[in-house]
């Protein structure tokens, strides 16, 4: 078990000097770093951790965090696993003088006009007593990428909980593109495949936890390299497996802290005012903070408010300084009356927890 200290919650917060970030961080933090996992396979180390989906389940709460391995790096080579399509895995080992590799950034490596993630990700379960203490139970299984679009990993999983089963959605990453993937349980030991339920490129999908005039929502972030941009759409769906009527609904803002990019976090709380939506943006740079939006209740297409600042920009040291620094980034979190407890990914490689309250979302953006 991985040993952090219980707190009551005046104590396991500490308040933040930046004025327009109104998280309050487990004075705990982090949570999770890579060394107190164990690698998922010999020859691998983990890198990282990543971005958990997050879920309430036998009176505990659990982490479906997000896993990332390689493994490791000499001083002439870099190496990075991939999947193969029967699920067997392979390590591609490339010497660094060659004139076919780049290699400037952390996360992604291209060869010979080919794209790889530097890492490969899988998810596991993690549950805790009192929301700060996380250790890995026994009886439930890893969850790896399964067939030719999952080749690259599985990312990013967020969780809903509708109508007496849990939905998985997740990025679904291969040399075919970035899309998302759908698995359903309601034991977390069974689970049905759907495949991919939106090709690429597309990732960042949350599924509404309650229907609206009978039909299911979800969030997703299709992508453009040309004309459009990273944005936010809706889709609704009569079964929760296909999608349709996609409407475009928050776009980056120029000049801002979220201009280069935006996508859904974990699944939107409903509230009195709307459905209160916490997501993540980007700039250029790839500095990312957290934001919240404001959706109309009976027509989520439709925004009521949006923050004009940051409720959550990368000041910590374990958020400014890690395998890829300045992000924080979320996809799950659980809510208790006023308060959202969201537990985030920080600088791309330590799980992290902080708390929001609605009321003072809502005073940010001015409702």
Known sequence: MI????????NDVSKQSTMADIAKR???????????????????????????????????VWLLVRVAERPEQSEVHVSFPILTAT??????????????????????VRYKGVDYLTTLSHLRLLCSDDGVAFYEPEGYKKLFGNGPLQTFGI???????????YYLTFT??????????????????????????LPPHNKDVAIFEEKIKGK?????????????????????????????????????????????????G????????GWLEIYHGATKEHRYCLGAVLLDLQDPSKVIARTKDPIMEPTEAYETTGFFGHVVFTNGHVVDGDIITIYYGAADEFV????????????????
């Open 155 to 165: 990312e990013d999983c967020r969780v809903t909980f509708l109508e007496d089963k």
């Open 352 to 367: 992290c927890g902080a708390k929001f309250s609605i009321r003072e979302i809502y005073a940010a953006m001015g409702v």
């Open 216 to 264: 299911y929502y979800a969030l997703h972030r299709p992508s453009s390299v040309d004309i459009g941009g990273n944005y936010i759409w809706i889709a609704e769906s009569p079964d929760g497996e296909h999608w349709g009527n996609h409407k475009c609904i928050i776009k980056t803002r120029g000049g801002m802290w979220d201009s280069g990019r935006v996508g859904a």
């Open 266 to 273: 974990a699944a939107p709380i409903k509230t009195e005012k």
């Open 3 to 10: 040993n952090h200290c219980k707190s009551s919650l005046l």
């Open 172 to 197: 679904a990453v291969s040399d075919s593109g970035v899309g998302v993937g759908m698995r359903t349980t309601t034991n977390w030991k069974d689970f049905k495949n759907y495949g991919m339920i």
């Open 87 to 108: 699920g067997e895995t392979t390590i591609m080992e490339i010497a660094l003088d060659d004139s076919d590799l780049i290699a400037t950034d952390a996360r992604v």
């Open 26 to 60: 487990f004075s705990q933090n982090p949570l999770l770093s890579p060394k107190d996992l164990q690698p998922s396979a010999k020859g691998l180390h983990i890198a990282c951790l990543l971005n958990p989906g997050v879920f309430r389940f036998n009176g505990k």
